[in-house]
Structure formats: structure tokens, C-alpha cells
């Protein structure tokens, strides 16, 4: 059997760990030859690539195992790129979320002018990375989860158009996790489901077991009453912050209770609500680097300092085996259904063709066939031709270095309420991003 290599781009990022131990976990189903870290912060990877090391050597010895800060070295003789890097880091994602919240504009990671902002600076080094792991080795495959994913993949379909590159997003995972942990089910993988929208904005309008029946009234019911708490709590999504966006789904249901949400949908439809209930002071990002970021590293020093990985509280990130399966259907033409971000191009049949779209497709060793999900309703259609308009505006923007559509993109956006808040927005982000957007004219 064919034993694969994998870089994972990144490799500083709080979910490298969790990644590494899902996929020790799954080598019977994708043999790995070797792992390789990259990232552009040598310190930071430092710290999670000596505990990787460790545990490596500990559970399979035979993976050969790099770090490197070395293109050439990263992307050479390997057959997947796993990428989640996060451009500027938390100290930007900071200033992405507080700029906005400043002039009383919500303030968020991928929805509204902070992903916009995140978007400028993600384009150029994810496609730089896509352009290292085709001159070294151009039979390999990009699956990108780095955010924010609707910006990142409108700017790979428009300015890399033949490059192998899957864009993939883990939060309709981890609600189909709520989802069936509310109706019963031990696993999302009973489920079967209809979806369609954008990344960070859809809606499921089918959900049915392995033999067909219809699941979506019950969840629909659960939603309406709980949004997606339930009683099992999300590993992945465990503070408060996230308590509270899957309770606010309830509201963001009501809007069209046929269906069922994704969760992001809240800042689009309650935006009024987000800022209120803000403290402009303290963001997720610092609740991310006090929580995830100084558990993640502390826990890696330990497993440095005591030479083993015997008795660290790093866990296997069990959800994210959908990269696993990913690069499965890919190596193996599993023919896996998924939900990806893939060019339109009439799966939603009254909807621009050129747009990314999220939508099931099955999965094979030729790429994804997106599978048609007919048409949409006015108000979804009205409110994703608004949020694909903005994002390819920003792709626009980068591409052409233009500040004039940067501003039109904040204008449209539905978070925004009106041209001058945009330019003062504007202003403020173009300071703050010196350095990590393209210079603007
Ligand atoms: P993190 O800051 O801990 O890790 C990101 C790493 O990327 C850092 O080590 C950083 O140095 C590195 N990096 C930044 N720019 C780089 C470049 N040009 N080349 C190489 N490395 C670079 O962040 P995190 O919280 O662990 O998140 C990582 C990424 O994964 C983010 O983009 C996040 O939004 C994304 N993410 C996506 C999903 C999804 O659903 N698609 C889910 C979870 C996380
Ligand atoms: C979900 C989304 C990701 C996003 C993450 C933020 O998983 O799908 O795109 O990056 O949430 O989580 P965080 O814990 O960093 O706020
Ligand atoms: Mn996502």
C-alpha cells in the first residue's frame, strides 16, 4: 500500500497537534510515508513541532518526520499540502475584530470588515503556497482550511483556476455533530444532507438517515426551541462565546424555519444584537490566546520538557478526520459526499455560475462533482448575491491593489451601515495591515 507525505502548512497553528494525533489515529485508513511542518515563524513552530517530534517518536517512529521554514524543503516529493496558517496571527485577528467594534460595527474573524481585512492579508500567502507546492511537486493536492475560506477560495478559482486546491470549512461538521447529538444519533455520519450558500452562510434544506428517512422536521423542531445547544458540548466549540452563538441560532432560524442555519448567519441578521452584547475591550481573539493558544503551547513545552508525551492533556482533534477523509476520496476515489466550497457553475441552478459556493459534492481522485441543488428562494438568493459580491470585490481589490473597491466591498457588506462608517472602517484597517496588504491605490 501506497504510504503518503503531507505537509502541513502552519505548523505553528494551535490545531497542528490535534491534527497530527487525528491522523496517528487513522493510519490504517491513510498510511503516512513522512510529515513535514512549515510555517514563517520558526520560534512558534518550534514549540509545536518538538512535542509533534516527541509523540511521533512515541506512537510511529517509522513516519519520518521535518520542520522547516524552507519552501523548497517543505513542499518538495509530498502528495498533500494540509493548510491552516493564519495570516498577521491572533495579534491581527485582534485588530481585525476591534477596529470594526471601535466605530460600533461588529467585529469577527470572517464575517463583515474583519474578514475582509483577514481576506487581504490571506491572499497572497496562500497562494504563495499553492505556487511552492506546484514547483515541487505538482502532482500534489491543497486542501485549505485557512480562513477566511470564502475570500481564500474566490481568489484560488479566479487567480489559480487550474491548480488542484479543495477549499473546506469544519463548522457544518461541527454542527452535524450537534445536530445528531440533539436527535440521538451517535454520529453525523448517519446523516446524509442537503446544503446550500456560501461558506460561513448557508442552510441545510435536507437531512435524512442511511435508509432515507426524513430527519429534518426533528432537528428543524430542536432548532426552534434550542438552536444546535444540546446536551453534549463540542469539543472543538466549548467556551461560553460558543454557547452563545449556538443558542442565538434559534433567532437566526426563525427567519426561515423550513430550514436549518449555519451558525455565522447570526452576524449578517442580528448584527445590532453582536455589538451589544461586545466588549469592544475584549474579543474572542484574546479569549482564543488566554484558552486554546496558552493550553495548546503549555502543554507542548511540557511534553518538551519531560521528554515524553505519557501523560499531556493534547487530544486527538476526532472532528477534523474529515481532512482524513478528504484526502481518502482523493487518494483512494472513495466517491465520499462532502460538503466543499466548489465553483457554482449551476449546482444552485438560479444563481451566478462563477461563484464559490458551498455545496455537497462527491469526492474522487479526479476532484469534487458538486451534486445540483436546484433552485433557491429569493431571500437566500438576495442575501448570498450581496455577500458574493463583497467578497469577490475583495479578491478584485488585491488583485488590482484597489482601495476603491476595498471601500465599495465594506460598503455592501450587510454589516456596515453605511459608505462613511465603511471609509472611516477602511481607513483604520489599511493603517493597522501596513506591511500585510498590497499597497493601495
Ligand atoms: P495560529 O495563529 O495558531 O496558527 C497559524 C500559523 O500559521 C502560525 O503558526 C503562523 O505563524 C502561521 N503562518 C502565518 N502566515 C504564514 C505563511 N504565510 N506561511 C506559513 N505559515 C504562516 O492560528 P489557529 O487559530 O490555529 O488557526 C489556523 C488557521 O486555521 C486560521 O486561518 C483559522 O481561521 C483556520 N481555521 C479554519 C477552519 C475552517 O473551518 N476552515 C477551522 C479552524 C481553523
Ligand atoms: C469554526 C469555523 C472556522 C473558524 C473557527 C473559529 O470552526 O468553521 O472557520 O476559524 O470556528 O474558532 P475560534 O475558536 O478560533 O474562534
Ligand atoms: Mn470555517
Not at 3 to 31: C, H, R
Not at 170 to 187: C, F, K, Q, T, V
Request: glycine content about 6%; charged content about 25%; hydrophobic content about 40%.
Amino acid at each position: 500500500m501506497k504510504k503518503f507525505s503531507i505537509t502541513i502548512a502552519g505548523g505553528g497553528s494551535t490545531f497542528t497537534p490535534g491534527i497530527v494525533l487525528m491522523l496517528l489515529d487513522n493510519l490504517e485508513k491513510l498510511p503516512i510515508d513522512q510529515i513535514k511542518f512549515f510555517d514563517n515563524d520558526k520560534e512558534r513552530q518550534k514549540t509545536i513541532a518538538g512535542a509533534c517530534r516527541i509523540i511521533l517518536n512515541e506512537k510511529a517512529p517509522e513516519i519520518r518526520f521535518t520542520e522547516t521554514t524552507d519552501p523548497a524543503e517543505a513542499f518538495t516529493d509530498i502528495d498533500f499540502v494540509m493548510a491552516h496558517i493564519r495570516s498577521g496571527k491572533y495579534a491581527m485577528r485582534e485588530k481585525d475584530e476591534k477596529i470594526p467594534l471601535k466605530h460600533g460595527v461588529v467585529g469577527q474573524e470572517t464575517c463583515g470588515p474583519g474578514g475582509i481585512a483577514y481576506g487581504m492579508r490571506s491572499i497572497g500567502d496562500v497562494l504563495e503556497l499553492v505556487d511552492f507546492m506546484e514547483t515541487y511537486s505538482p502532482d500534489a493536492w491543497f486542501l485549505n482550511y485557512s480562513n477566511p475560506a470564502a475570500i481564500v477560495a474566490e481568489a484560488t478559482r479566479k487567480l489559480r483556476p487550474n491548480s488542484k486546491i479543495l477549499n473546506i470549512c469544519d463548522m457544518p461538521i461541527g454542527i452535524e455533530e450537534l445536530m445528531a447529538s440533539a436527535i440521538g444519533l451517535e454520529s453525523r455520519k448517519e446523516m446524509e444532507v442537503d446544503y446550500y450558500g456560501l461558506n460561513h452562510f448557508g442552510w441545510w434544506t435536507g437531512i435524512r438517515d442511511k435508509e432515507g428517512n426524513d430527519l429534518l422536521p426533528q432537528i428543524r423542531e430542536h432548532v426552534s426551541k434550542f438552536g444546535y445547544v444540546t446536551e453534549d458540548q463540542s469539543l472543538q466549540h466549548a467556551d461560553a462565546s460558543w454557547n452563545n452563538t449556538f443558542a442565538k441560532a434559534k433567532d437566526v432560524q426563525a427567519l426561515d424555519p423550513e430550514t436549518v442555519p449555519n451558525t455565522y448567519l447570526k452576524y449578517y441578521f442580528y448584527p445590532d444584537y453582536e455589538v451589544a452584547h461586545s466588549n469592544p475591550e475584549v474579543t474572542r481573539a484574546n479569549e482564543v490566546m488566554e484558552g486554546r493558544e496558552t493550553f495548546v503551547f503549555g502543554e507542548c513545552r511540557k511534553i518538551i520538557e519531560n521528554g515524553t508525551a505519557a501523560d499531556s492533556g493534547l487530544h486527538i482533534d476526532e472532528h477534523a478526520s474529515y481532512i482524513v477523509d478528504l484526502a481518502r476520496a482523493i487518494a483512494y476515489n472513495t466517491k465520499e459526499r462532502m460538503l466543499l466550497i466548489v465553483e457554482n457553475n449551476g449546482a444552485i441552478s438560479n444563481f451566478e455560475p462563477t461563484t464559490m459556493v458551498e455545496v455537497p459534492c462527491i469526492v474522487g481522485s479526479n476532484g469534487p462533482e458538486p451534486l445540483v441543488q436546484g433552485e433557491i428562494p429569493r431571500f437566500q438568493k438576495g442575501l448570498m448575491e450581496q455577500q458574493a459580491a463583497v467578497e469577490k470585490l475583495v479578491v478584485e481589490a488585491w488583485d488590482e491593489k484597489s482601495s476603491q473597491k476595498l471601500w465599495q466591498a465594506l460598503t455592501l457588506s450587510r454589516i456596515v451601515p453605511s459608505a462613511q462608517v465603511a471609509k472611516d472602517i477602511l481607513e483604520d484597517l489599511q493603517e493597522a495591515n501596513k506591511g500585510y496588504w498590497p499597497e493601495l491605490r
